[in-house]
């Protein structure tokens, strides 16, 4: 399980270093979509796990992170 977590979080920064440097849109697609989804993912194991509530409020903040992918996806699309 441990093992897991670091691989995870490896390629969670990997992603998110190669999405938000680039200026590819390949790239940025490539990269952005699996963002997405494991910071929805995690966010909604956070939520509906049994930890304590302040843990749970402060892990809010990864909306902050998503609403950032998402504008430079849309952004990034239209251009």
Do not use: C
């Amino acid at each position: 399980m441990e093992n897991k977590q670091i691989i995870l979080s490896i390629g969670m920064i990997v992603l998110m270093v190669v999405f938000f440097t680039s200026n590819n849109k390949i790239v940025e697609l490539a990269t952005g979509i699996p963002l997405l989804i494991i910071l929805i993912w995690s966010m909604i194991a956070i939520q509906q796990s049994n930890i304590d509530s302040k843990l749970k409020r402060n892990s809010l903040i990864t909306v902050i992170v998503i609403l950032s992918v998402i504008g430079r996806l849309y952004f990034q699309i239209m251009k």
